[in-house]
Nanobody
Framework: QVQLVESGGNLVQPGGSLRLSCTAS????????MSWHRQVPGKERELVAF????????RYADSVKGRFTISRDNAKNTVNLQMNSLKPEDTAVYYC?????????WGQGTQVTVSS
């Protein structure tokens, strides 16, 4: 059974930091591209960060470049998103996604709220 479980979401003040984690099971994690996405009510889900299967390639949305860092540990089947200098506009539900060819899996999401 495929599972992606996100954790680490919380309420944080502007300028603060959070680290999101996504733990995978039920598939060959090291063979999948992993990414983080976010969604706010009434808007489409958007890509935040991407990392290739061997972690050699990363990509970021312009809005988070220089503030967020995606990483993965294939031995632990985890992908992380380190978020620094958080802004109110980063408030969203954050989802991790695994993709390989025609296959893709999503987690259930974790809420990040940036507010004073």
């Amino acid at each position: 059974q495929v599972q992606l479980v996100e954790s680490g979401g919380n309420l944080v003040q502007p300028g603060g930091s959070l680290r999101l984690s996504c733990t995978a099971s039920g598939f060959t994690f090291s063979s999948y591209f992993m990414s983080w996405h976010r969604q706010v009510p009434g808007k489409e889900r958007e890509l935040v960060a991407f990392i290739s299967s061997a972690a050699g390639i990363t990509r970021y949305a312009d809005s988070v470049k220089g503030r967020f860092t995606i990483s993965r540990d294939n031995a632990k089947n985890t992908v992380n998103l380190q978020m620094n200098s958080l802004k109110p506009e980063d408030t969203a539900v954050y989802y991790c996604k695994a993709a390989r060819g025609p296959f893709e899996y999503w987690g259930q999401g974790t809420q990040v709220t940036v507010s004073s």
